[in-house]
Each structure stands twice: as structure tokens, then as C-alpha cells.
């Protein structure tokens, strides 16, 4: 079922580019976003883009609606322990989740089902409610405990998707490199987009 609702998360791990044209390509879609970004991944993007966002959820809501001229009520901006929020209960969550990029603390949390703020609420609710979850990892090397970790969500149906750009498609620039990873995102939530040709499609117009 191609969601009409997507709870978008980032966390603090290198990678706020991935998370930005998500989020852009996701709205352009007109799907509703519920956006969550945690304090360490608002450092991230002032120092990875030249994006500078306010601290407060309604600001940051402001600033995304702005940015990327988004009308009212369709994205969402929502503190850490807005416990009010629909995500924070199966009776309301989203019909898909992603964790873009998703740091490795991010993902210990959510394969322990730690539910300490409405981050790792909104993941726990997902899986508990069997609803799509993507988890773009940024680490390298990963480490046994990660590994660990992601054999155990992947085991129970959580997609892992290591940030990990391919070089099939001949990539000119970074924006490029970050198109790939976002475009397979997308494929996964089966939201069409044009920000690459799919594999093999001239050879199915010959």
C-alpha cells in the first residue's frame, strides 16, 4: 500500500542531505509528513548545508513550509516529547516510517524498543502496529553489536538501508550521489519520483 502519511526522522549521524531532499521529494508528492529532528541532527545540517533552522518544532514547521512552499497541513514539526502527538500511539501512527539518516544509538534504541522520547515512541509504535520502517544507517565500520542489531529488526521486518550511494549511474555531482539513496527510499515506499531512470529501462523500450 503506497502511504498517504510518512513519519520522517533525523538523527544526528552525517548524512542531513539524505534526510532533506527525502523530506522535499515526500512533500512534492503531496504526502503529510510528520518530521522529527533530534537536537545532535540540527547541528548536523548547520554544519553539513547552509540551512541554519530554529530549536522550536513550530519554528522549524515555519521555516520547512517556507523552504520548500508547503502549505498548511501538510507537514507536522514535533518536539522530542510531544507525547501528544498522533505518532506516539498505534491508534494514529503513520502508514510508513523512515530514519534518515539513522545514527547507530538510534538504531540500539529502536532494537531494544526503548521508547525514551517520541523518537523511539514513534519507531517502536510502527513496528508494533507491523507498518513499514526504513532505517537509513550512516556508520562505517559497523560493529558486531550493530550488526546484531539490524540482523534483529531486519528479522522482523524492518528495512535496513545503509547509506551506501552506487556509481552504475555514472553520479557528476554529490547531489548526484544523495539522489540514488533517496530514489531508492522512495522505490521502497513505491512514491514515484524522477530523480533517477529506474535499472534496465532502455532495454525494456527496445
Not at 75 to 104: H, K, Y
Request: glycine share 4%; proline share 6%.
Amino acid at each position: 500500500m503506497k502511504p498517504e502519511t510518512v513519519t520522517l526522522i533525523m538523527t544526528g549521524a552525517s548524512g542531513a542531505q539524505y534526510g532533506l531532499l527525502l523530506l522535499k521529494e515526500l512533500l512534492a508528492a503531496g504526502k503529510m509528513v510528520y518530521l522529527l529532528i533530534s537536537r545532535p541532527a540540527q547541528i548536523v545540517i548547520a554544519t553539513e548545508t547552509d540551512l541554519k533552522l530554529p530549536s522550536r518544532a513550530k519554528d522549524i514547521q515555519a521555516f520547512f513550509n517556507n523552504y520548500y512552499s508547503v502549505e498548511e497541513g501538510q507537514l507536522f514539526v514535533f518536539e522530542r516529547e510531544q507525547w501528544m502527538a498522533p505518532i506516539a500511539s498505534g491508534s494514529n501512527v503513520a502508514d510508513a516510517t523512515v530514519v534518515c539518516p539513522c545514527t547507530t544509538g538510534t538504531l540500539a534504541s529502536v532494537a531494544m524498543g526503548a521508547s525514551r522520547n517520541l523518537i523511539e515512541r514513534s519507531v517502536d509504535v510502527a513496528i508494533k502496529e507491523r507498518k513499514p520502517v526504513i532505517l537509513v544507517i550512516r556508520e562505517t565500520p559497523f560493529s558486531p553489536i550493530h550488526l546484531e542489531h539490524m540482523l534483529k529488526l531486519s528479522q522482523i521486518g524492518v528495512t535496513i538501508m545503509p547509506a551506501n550511494p552506487a556509481f552504475y549511474h555514472q553520479p557528476k555531482t554529490l547531489e548526484d550521489m544523495v539522489a540514488f539513496m533517496v530514489a531508492r527510499i522512495l522505490d521502497h515506499l513505491q512514491i514515484p519520483h524522477t530523480l533517477m531512470e529506474p535499472w534496465g529501462k532502455d532495454i525494456l523500450k527496445s
